[in-house]
């Protein structure tokens, strides 16, 4: 009996995991499209491309899809088990809920081997892919390259500059300011303008901007006569700028290039990281060497009490008068193990030393500084690089452990309706990757270190998981635990 169970749970999976698959990948797809397609359609660009960038996005959905298609599949198998009642006689035969769900739990370990080896080596290069498509369409189509607040300068002699650029319409610019080159005789023009839309044309050739309700600026060059500033509104004017030495779209090497946190391997970015850390530990034994040399008692402290002091401190000593020698509390300083007295010397040979100090202990400060302000930087980008390294785990471990808790729960499901099920799985996984966030700002701020904050979410939901286990294998007559707090809230309300 126990076989045809495990056959029957396995054969549940399938189905209603490639169903939740495919939805949810079909609804981030359209995500997708929703906040790129605008950008996409009427540039010109192959069907080849196109399809590329789809193919290479859908690595991230997928990393997000697959945990929460096999929650899902878990509540609905182990659901339709408890609703055919064959769970109340197999545990009336005597067999323990490990026993009866190990399978599944091979399956799940089995699947996050499989996505810890996507998350780790196929996604970071269908990142590096995709980033590299973009910059290939970036330049070869200059309206993919405006950013808010930028000047663009990919056409020769223009700079292009737009203060908003709205995301809901394709083609529009706010806050238009664009320099022209300068003419033969020396003039430049700047125009301003509210708005202004652009196309291509020519099959990307041509670039046409028609710019509303702005102003041309232009100085005109006479000799002998001055430098003339003309000023002239328009209504419309429209400036078309010639493409064809940028080249149609075009493919370039992806070999070599840089590679940031989300297109690196978990190999590369583990030899990055401790390169940083080696670095760290340098910098380190630098601060110490920098502040230690203040301390030096032969460096240029005991040139104080020579002929190579006097040398320097007689020529400024000669030219003022002499001063009684000062209290010998205040006329003496420690430097390291010596005390250099400073009896007899002058007003400017005393500023002289007091000069020589200051600035010693200014080069001292800078230096300091600036290796502590490259070890912050560094940090930064060490924490940014173990953040992205036990996300990518910690997500490829989630499978695991939804297991612990979509077993119990689907077992507590009376009737294993399609929309219990989903509203189970969205409650769970909204709670998890909420966790994931909130971790993630955490460790922004300082509060955890990247280990912690990547690993609560899987820790909470394992122990959330593991307490329902422990009560389904003490209580199996423990049902329904929505309803039952519903019930409970019902009565404390009446």
Same mark, same amino acid.
């Not at 630098?286 to 020579?306: F, G, N, S, V, Y």
């Not at 930087?377 to 471990?397: F, G, H, M, P, Q």
């Not at 077993?407 to 769970?428: D, E, F, H, K």
């Given at each position: ?11 549940? +999976? ?50 997000? %899809?697959?945990?929460?298609?096999? +929650? ?17 006689? !197999? ?101 301003? !303008? ?17 710019? &509303? ?21 328009? &209504? ?88 009684? %020698? ?10 390291? %193990? ?9 007003? %400017? ?7 020589? !100090? ?104 394992? !122990? ?31």
């Amino acid at each position: 009996m126990l076989a045809r169970l495990h056959r029957s749970i396995l054969k549940a +999976l399938p189905l209603p995991f490639v169903a939740a698959f495919s939805v949810l990948l079909f609804l981030l797809l359209m995500q997708f499209l929703i906040d790129k397609l605008p950008d996409l359609v009427g540039r010109g660009l192959p069907p080849v491309a196109v399809a590329e960038l789809l193919t290479y996005s859908l690595a991230y959905m997928v990393t997000l %899809a697959v945990p929460m298609a096999w +929650l899902i599949a878990l509540l609905a198998a182990f659901g339709r088990l408890s609703e055919s009642r064959a769970y109340v006689v !197999a545990k009336s035969a005597g067999v323990s809920l490990p026993r009866l769900a190990w399978p599944v739990l091979v399956v799940g370990l089995a699947l996050t081997s499989g996505m810890a080896y996507f998350n780790n080596e196929m996604l970071p290069e269908a990142n590096f892919r995709l980033g590299g498509l973009w910059r290939d369409i970036s330049v070869s189509r200059p309206e993919f390259a405006l950013e808010p607040g930028v000047f663009y300068t990919g056409i020769d002699g223009y700079a292009i500059r737009a203060d908003t650029i709205p995301p809901d319409s394709s083609g529009l610019l706010v806050g238009v300011t664009v320099f022209e080159p300068r003419s033969a005789n020396g003039g430049q023009a700047v125009l301003t !303008a509210e708005r202004a839309r652009i196309q291509t044309q020519y099959g990307g050739q041509r670039l046409t901007m028609l710019l &509303e309700d702005g102003e041309v600026h232009q100085r005109k060059v006479n000799r002998g006569r001055g430098e003339p500033y003309e000023r002239l509104q328009f &209504e419309r004017y429209r400036m078309a700028f010639d493409l064809s030495s940028l080249g149609g779209f075009e493919r370039r090497s992806r070999d070599g290039g840089s590679r940031t946190d989300r297109s690196m391997r978990t190999s590369q970015m583990l030899a990055f990281v401790d390169s940083l850390d080696a670095t760290q530990r340098q910098r380190e034994v630098e601060i110490a060497e920098t502040l230690a040399w203040r301390a030096r008692p032969k460096a240029d402290t005991t040139a104080l009490d020579d002929d190579s002091f006097a040398a320097l401190a007689q020529p400024i000593a000669d030219a003022s008068p002499p001063i009684p %020698a000062p209290p010998p509390d205040t006329s003496t300083a420690l430097i390291g %193990a010596d005390r250099i007295v400073l009896e007899g010397l002058s007003n %400017a040979a005393r500023e002289t030393v007091y000069d020589l !100090a200051l600035d010693r202990a200014a080069a001292v400060q800078s230096e300091t500084a600036q290796i502590a302000s490259a070890a912050e930087w560094d940090e930064r980008r060490s924490t940014r690089y173990r953040v992205e390294i036990y996300k990518k785990n910690s997500l490829a471990l989630a499978c695991l452990v939804f297991v612990l808790i979509g077993v119990p729960l689907g077992l507590s499901i009376q009737r294993a309706g399609v929309g219990l099920v989903a509203t189970l799985a969205v409650s769970v996984f909204l709670f998890y990757w909420v966790t994931l966030v909130v971790g993630e700002k955490l460790i922004d701020r300082g509060f955890f270190p990247p280990w912690l904050g990547m690993w609560v979410a899987n820790v909470l939901v394992g !122990a959330l998981g593991i307490y329902l286990v422990i009560r389904e294998m003490r209580d199996p007559a423990w049902r329904d635990p929505i309803r039952a707090l519903a019930g409970r809230f019902a009565k404390r309300g009446g």
